[in-house]
């Protein structure tokens, strides 16, 4: 069974700051991982995944994460925050292969100041 | 870029009576997915279809909830009655891949139900 826990249901940096989101999975097999925004009232839009090839991951809107397996963590960052980056995040994992769902965290609202 | 499409976006519904949404995928796309957000929380999956079977429904509230992708195309989610608890977003997703494959899925934009 995989299950993803998001540290913090809320996170505020400044325009321009270092944006940080924790992700940690639990999965008894290897893992594919998922970062998707959510902006209000919309679906929810794919950052970038991880599909065991390099562990560091870049995905759009300047976005990166990087899958470390003994700290079994994929944190989210971006180097300098903008105002548009503001919405709810969701990490989800899923196992390799086969018919698989997504698991997803309870998400991550990330609020940017002026 | 193809898009998955739903309908309705907002539905606003009287406790007890039935409603339904309905999801079309991306062309091409075996696997389709309808999920429940709640507000606040995170998508939780309520039934898989691969074609027209169902590959998982262990979440879906059979009682009052049912789902179908007759031609394994395009797929309708039901709740009949509807209940208080049941006000949340239904989001529709499919994959080009049995499961994700590593591809990840393509979301709908959902349909915000109120249930009064």
């Known amino acids: 069974a995989q299950s993803v826990t998001q540290l913090g249901s809320h996170v505020s940096v400044s325009e321009g700051a270092l944006v940080l989101l924790r992700c940690n999975y639990s999965s008894s097999v290897p893992p594919y991982l998922f970062w998707y925004v959510q902006y209000p009232n919309q679906g929810l839009q794919l950052l970038l995944k991880y599909t065991s090839a390099a562990t560091l991951v870049k995905g759009i809107n300047g976005f990166e994460a990087e899958f470390k397996k003994s700290e079994t963590s994929f944190h989210l960052t971006k180097p300098s925050a903008h105002m548009s980056d503001a919405a709810e995040y969701f990490c989800?994992?899923?196992?390799?292969?086969?018919?698989?769902?997504?698991?997803f965290g309870q998400g991550t609202r990330l609020t940017i100041n002026p | 870029e193809a898009e998955v499409a739903q309908s309705p976006r907002y539905k606003i519904t009287e406790k007890s009576q039935a409603v339904a949404f309905w999801c079309d995928p991306i062309s091409g796309h075996a696997t389709l997915y309808w999920y429940r957000q709640i507000l606040g929380q995170g998508p939780e999956l309520l039934v898989q279809?691969?074609?027209?079977?169902?590959?998982?429904d262990s979440q879906l509230p059979k009682d009052r909830f049912s789902a179908e992708r007759l031609k394994g195309v395009d797929s309708t989610l039901k709740i009949q009655p509807a209940e208080l608890g049941d006000s949340a977003m239904y989001l529709c997703?499919?994959?080009?891949?049995?499961?994700?494959?590593?591809?990840?899925?393509?979301f709908g934009s959902g349909t915000r139900l109120t249930v009064v």
């Open positions: 997703a499919s994959s080009r891949a049995t499961g994700t494959g590593g591809y990840g899925y393509t």
């Open positions: 989800a994992v899923s196992a390799l292969g086969g018919a698989q769902k997504l698991v």
């Open positions: 279809f691969q074609d027209e079977s169902v590959v998982d």
